[in-house]
Antibody
Framework: QVQLVESGGGLVKPGGSLRLACAAS????????MSWIRQAPGKGLDWVSY????????YYADSVKGRFTISRDNAKNSLYLQMNSLRAEDTAVYYC???????????WGQGTLVTVSS | DIQMTQSPSSLSASIGDGITITCRAR??????LNWYQQKPGKAPKLLIY???SLQSGVPSRFSGSGSGTYFTLTINSLQPEDFATYYC?????????FGQGTKVEIE
């Protein structure tokens, strides 16, 4: 069965960095676009970034452009999000999600919490 | 960015009731509209895609309709497991954007 497992979250000071990972299994990872989506505590869903199946096409939300970098390793069935210059407003649960086509997310991981605080 | 607005923000209903949640887009998104259900502490779950297509495994009491800028999610005969927060999401153009959510609570 399809499984997405995020890791790498934690407490970091403003201005710090963190790298999230998402391990995928149960499907041909290299066939699918993948996205990161976040949810601040008690708030709604906020799409962060996507990467195409080959990694050749990448898109970021304006709020993270220039600070976050999405990448993937198809040989390791893994998706990553390098987060630099973190701000308090980046505090959220970060989900990785598989795009089934036409921008819909059919499988989500359980999420990893990132807390940016001094 | 395409702004998505859901209404109501919350509603109370009883087991067996039918409810409808609306989602409006600031511009036409044709039928590129998806609906998700999220329970506390859990990841969202895809219910409806392309405005009206039921995701595999989702009960038939869930249905979606609409096109252009106006969309609805209808749940017929609410079940205890349906009390959750529901989000719409447009996938017409990046950045993908979500509605603010509609919380469905037990009356």
């Amino acid at each position: 069965q399809v499984q997405l497992v995020e890791s790498g979250g934690g407490l970091v000071k403003p201005g710090g960095s963190l790298r999230l990972a998402c391990a995928a299994s149960g499907f041909t990872f290299s066939d699918y676009y993948m996205s990161w989506i976040r949810q601040a505590p008690g708030k709604g869903l906020d799409w962060v970034s996507y990467i195409s199946s080959s990694g050749g096409t990448i898109y970021y939300a304006d709020s993270v452009k220039g600070r976050f970098t999405i990448s993937r390793d198809n040989a390791k069935n893994s998706l990553y999000l390098q987060m630099n210059s973190l701000r308090a407003e980046d505090t959220a649960v970060y989900y990785c999600a598989r795009e089934a086509g036409s921008g819909r997310f059919d499988y989500w991981g359980q999420g990893t919490l990132v807390t940016v605080s001094s | 960015d395409i702004q998505m607005t859901q209404s109501p923000s919350s509603l109370s209903a009883s087991i067996g009731d039918g409810i409808t949640i609306t989602c409006r887009a600031r511009q036409s998104i044709i039928s590129y509209l998806n609906w998700y259900q999220q329970k506390p502490g859990k990841a969202p779950k895809l219910l409806i895609y392309a405005a009206s297509s039921l995701q595999s495994g989702v009960p038939s009491r869930f249905s979606g309709s609409g096109s252009g800028t106006y969309f609805t999610l209808t749940i017929n005969s609410l079940q205890p497991e349906d009390f959750a927060t529901y989000y719409c999401q447009q996938s017409y153009s990046t950045p993908w954007t979500f509605g603010q959510g509609t919380k469905v609570e037990i009356e």
